[in-house]
Nanobody, 124 residues
Framework: QVQLVESGGGLVQAGGSLRLSCAAS????????MAWFRQAPGKEREFVAC????????YYADSVKGRFTISRDNAKNTLYLQMNSLKPEDTAVYYC?????????????????WGQGTQVTVST
């Protein structure tokens, strides 16, 4: 079992920045892929970014490429999402997810473990 706890959400003006954190516990993450998804009201949960814990390969949704950066701290067992140049359309609940299988990385149903989510609101 893996437990995930997100933090760092909040209210920010358009053009601003936020850094989300996801603290993981329960098992070694060395064989896992970790991801961020988001869900806006009335919309499906969508892929934002993911990273392979061992090796650090990362992938991004086109909508955030160049603005968001996913990273991890092995010593702290923590996943991060640095979000810059935020836009109102980035407003959503952001979720951290984890899975041991490195396939279908952009599909929410692929991931076995989820955090509770953290709200990000970007104002105009």
């Amino acid at each position: 079992q893996v437990q995930l706890v997100e933090s760092g959400g909040g209210l920010v003006q358009a053009g601003g920045s936020l850094r989300l954190s996801c603290a993981a516990s329960g098992r070694s993450l060395s064989t896992y892929v970790m991801a961020w998804f988001r869900q806006a009201p009335g919309k499906e949960r969508e892929f934002v970014a993911c990273i392979r814990w061992r090796g650090g390969e990362s992938y991004y949704a086109d909508s955030v490429k160049g603005r968001f950066t996913i990273s991890r701290d092995n010593a702290k067992n923590t996943l991060y999402l640095q979000m810059n140049s935020l836009k109102p359309e980035d407003t959503a609940v952001y979720y951290c997810a984890a899975d041991e299988v490195f396939t279908n990385l952009r599909v929410a149903g692929q991931y076995d473990y989820w955090g509770q989510g953290t709200q990000v609101t970007v104002s105009t």
